[in-house]
């Protein structure tokens, strides 16, 4: 019995959690976020005339978001209700800037709801769902939800922590993004090291337009270009640094990839292979950061990978041995796992 109520709690949390995944994109649309990111006590009354929608909206939302632990509450005296975000719950909701900011991983799994009828049928079929043929919610979300770890790791931590990179970038190097989505990674690179190239490449055009777009945005369009092309045939050599951001996983020939790298790499360049942290064991991997890119692999990044030729399906939660063969296989001989975060690893790789 105390077993069947602990399961039962975990699933009445979870299914919470899915419902209000909803009301956390809500909040982002019509700007109930934004309007409490000062901090200040507000009542329901006063959201919904900042935010425009009738009280009962407002007031329903706010007692959601006080149930889930994403808002503060205080009665006083008289048992009139205010909410205020803390600044740690503004730093997670609120400020599309802070390191911590996740609301944006929300759009993610609204897409994998959108797609799953379509997901279904080809698992059935036996075949594979491409990224392309996502929601476009999956795109703007994976922006979002990467993007914290990026500004925060990428150039002060990562590219540090591979052997001479940083001089080579900050004397001048050639670098390539392979399968950079919206291109956020080639940005923060581009930014920090403005006597570099940067090479953006992704087979997904919709996202190589975006990455253009964004680049302009970041004042970096000077030093970076991206090209659609896919991981095994994109243009160029001598490049100091390949890297793949969250992608390998979703390719169908991983060593197809890698081998391409291996080729268009200077003698003694390097290529960056930042992968979802995991264990290799699935007994590692049982855990809150494991269950999210579990479930992630399942609906987006297994069916991409069965999607193309090869269909290695490694999975998001690959761990470092199975990418260490991957490595292997197309001709890598140094392999090292240079630095890591609660999410991502961080692996160099060399000829
Ligand atoms: C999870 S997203 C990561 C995007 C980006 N690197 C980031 O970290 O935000 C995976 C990306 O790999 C791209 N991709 C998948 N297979 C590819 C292939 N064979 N060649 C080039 N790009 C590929 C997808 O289009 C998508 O943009």
Redesign the pocket.
Known sequence: MERLQALVFQAVTDIGAALNGALVILGTDLGFWSALADGQPITAAELAARCGVPTPYADQWLSAQAASGNIDTETDSTGAVTFRLSPEQAMIFADQDSPAYLAGGYHIVRSVYEDLPQIEERMEAGQGFG??EHDPELFLG??QF?RPGYRTHLVDEWLPALEGVHDALTAGARVAD?????G??TAVMAARYPASSFFG????EA?VERATAHAAEQGVAGNTAFIRA??DSYPGSDYDLICF???LH???DPVG?LKHAREALSPDGTVMLVEPIAGDALADNLNPVGRIFYAASTMICTP?SLA?DVGAALGAQAGPGRLQKAAELAGFTRFRRATETPVNMVLELRP
């Open positions: 990224w392309h994976t922006e990467f392979v399968g950079c989505g919206h956020v990674s490449f992704d087979y997904h996202s896919a991981a951001f969250d992608c979703d390719m169908g990839a991409s193309q």
